[in-house]
């Protein structure tokens, strides 16, 4: 149909209605595409599980279903609660989670034990291993751990996997006149994944944002832990500039959100946190 033709008998009022109506809809339109484009953008969230340490040695079935009711696409082990890797990935399945880290200590990633490491992470369907504490208590120290953690990284790349080690504030504290942070990730492989945990490095005196800037695109994934506060203090109500740390991160390359939080062991109040922060989150537009 001829358009000039099917607007003849309209009315002035008629036209500026069906004017009106196409802009609403064209702006509807728009909004609803961004709406789902920003969805698609959005970083999946996992739980770290020491959070919820000892509910989960109480009842890891239990509190697994919890995390998943809660809101959680995923976890990081911290810890395996006596579960062998296949009964770890059935209540992964069960509870339709997914494995975006283990939390490993140093000596599960060194010498044979590596090997042995990566094939329980294969089970579980776990590409990342990282270490959750060292200290190389020399500048010496730190540069031979770097070098270990090179040739961690070859061996896990052959299998698709990542190491990297997770921020603790003794890392930002100055041996020397240099800062082992640095002195390790300066030293070590980009493919060596540099967690950074936000209460952490604020603990240290330091500003997470900058610690990011400065070694770009490591930060697969980041612990997001509010700092400041009392127990109620849930994420987006402390000190860290949420906004300005997940706007890096989204621009350059990490994959997962791991949440933290250490305001207690107790089964009762850390699934009160878990529930806090992950709300929190809602309110920030990243879940």
Same mark, same amino acid.
């Given at each position: 149909m001829?358009?000039?033709?099917?607007?003849?008998? #309209?009315?002035?009022?008629?036209?500026?209605? @069906?004017?009106?109506t196409g802009a609403v809809a064209a702006v509807l339109g728009t909004r609803l595409a961004f709406v789902a484009e920003a969805a698609k953008k959005k970083i999946p969230v996992g739980l770290q599980l020491y959070s919820v340490r000892e509910a989960c040695a109480k009842d890891l079935p239990g509190?697994? %279903? &919890?995390? =998943?009711? &809660?809101?959680? *696409?995923?976890?990081? !082990?911290?810890?395996? /609660?006596?579960?062998?890797?296949?009964?770890?990935?059935? @209540?992964?399945?069960d509870n339709g989670l997914k494995c975006y880290g283990t /939390?490993?200590?140093?000596?599960? @990633?060194?010498?044979? +034990?590596? %090997?042995?490491?990566? +094939?329980?992470?294969?089970?579980? $369907?776990?590409?990342?291993?990282? #270490?959750?504490?060292?200290? $190389? +208590?020399? &500048?010496?120290?730190? =540069?031979? @751990?770097?070098?270990? !953690?090179?040739?961690? *990284?070859? &061996?896990?790349? %052959?299998?698709?996997?990542?190491? $990297?080690?997770h921020a603790h504030a003794h890392d930002f504290h100055p041996i020397d006149g240099q800062v082992p942070w640095d002195v390790f990730f300066g030293n070590t492989d980009k493919r060596v994944i540099m967690q950074l945990d936000t209460s952490n490095c604020l603990d240290a005196g330091q500003d997470p944002l900058t610690v990011l800037k400065k070694y770009p695109k490591r930060g697969r994934t980041i612990h997001i832990k509010e700092h400041g506060g009392d127990v109620n203090t849930y994420l987006g109500s402390g000190d860290v500039k949420w906004e300005e740390i997940f706007k890096f991160c989204e621009k350059h390359g990490t994959q997962y959100y791991i949440l933290e939080n250490e305001r207690g062991a107790n089964p009762e109040v850390s699934i009160k946190s878990a529930r806090g922060d992950f709300e929190g989150l809602k309110k920030l537009g990243k879940v």
């Amino acid at each position: 149909m001829n358009s000039s033709n099917s607007l003849r008998g #309209c009315s002035r009022r008629d036209f500026i209605r @069906l004017s009106v109506t196409g802009a609403v809809a064209a702006v509807l339109g728009t909004r609803l595409a961004f709406v789902a484009e920003a969805a698609k953008k959005k970083i999946p969230v996992g739980l770290q599980l020491y959070s919820v340490r000892e509910a989960c040695a109480k009842d890891l079935p239990g509190t697994l %279903k &919890i995390v =998943k009711e &809660i809101g959680f *696409s995923g976890v990081e !082990f911290a810890g395996y /609660h006596g579960k062998t890797a296949k009964e770890l990935r059935t @209540l992964l399945d069960d509870n339709g989670l997914k494995c975006y880290g283990t /939390h490993t200590a140093l000596n599960t @990633l060194q010498g044979d +034990e590596l %090997k042995k490491t990566i +094939e329980f992470n294969q089970i579980i $369907g776990n590409n990342f291993l990282i #270490c959750p504490y060292m200290n $190389g +208590e020399t &500048i010496d120290g730190w =540069k031979k @751990l770097a070098d270990e !953690f090179n040739a961690m *990284s070859k &061996i896990a790349r %052959k299998e698709k996997m990542w190491v $990297g080690y997770h921020a603790h504030a003794h890392d930002f504290h100055p041996i020397d006149g240099q800062v082992p942070w640095d002195v390790f990730f300066g030293n070590t492989d980009k493919r060596v994944i540099m967690q950074l945990d936000t209460s952490n490095c604020l603990d240290a005196g330091q500003d997470p944002l900058t610690v990011l800037k400065k070694y770009p695109k490591r930060g697969r994934t980041i612990h997001i832990k509010e700092h400041g506060g009392d127990v109620n203090t849930y994420l987006g109500s402390g000190d860290v500039k949420w906004e300005e740390i997940f706007k890096f991160c989204e621009k350059h390359g990490t994959q997962y959100y791991i949440l933290e939080n250490e305001r207690g062991a107790n089964p009762e109040v850390s699934i009160k946190s878990a529930r806090g922060d992950f709300e929190g989150l809602k309110k920030l537009g990243k879940v």
